[in-house]
Nanobody, 123 residues
Framework: VQLQAFGGGLVQSGGSLRLSCAAS????????MGWFRQAPGKQREFVAA????????TYSNSVKDRFTISRDNDKNTVYLQMDSLKPEDTAIYYC?????????????????WGQGTLVTVSS
């Protein structure tokens, strides 16, 4: 499976960005998708996940009510709408998927990560 994230950039605090991730190499609509991020000097952390059908979503407490994950199975793409951005959201953002089909989109069920896209939020 190949994952390519894009849409990052520089934005002021309080602003918005929309990330996209294009997937290829297998049946996109059968697998959960997620977003993770890694800030400088920190470990990678879970951000959000969405179930294979799009009906289930999970968010970390730090982004809940500010970020929205969605997917378009016809376009093999997952999105992350980021609103009310804060400087602490600055990180490289990675999309991810798991080995197994179906299931619950839990943070510990992801096995493959693509190349990330850098998001920088200025204060």
């Amino acid at each position: 499976v190949q994952l390519q994230a894009f849409g990052g950039g520089l934005v002021q605090s309080g602003g918005s960005l929309r990330l996209s991730c294009a997937a290829s190499g297998r049946s996109f609509s059968s697998y959960n998708m997620g977003w993770f991020r890694q800030a400088p000097g920190k470990q990678r952390e879970f951000v959000a996940a969405i179930g294979w059908s799009g009906s289930r979503t999970t968010y970390s407490n730090s982004v809940k009510d500010r970020f929205t994950i969605s997917r378009d199975n016809d376009k093999n793409t997952v999105y992350l709408q980021m609103d009310s951005l804060k400087p602490e959201d600055t990180a490289i953002y990675y999309c991810a998927t798991g080995k197994a089909r179906w299931g619950i989109p839990a943070p510990d069920k992801f096995d493959y990560w693509g190349q990330g896209t850098l998001v920088t939020v200025s204060s």
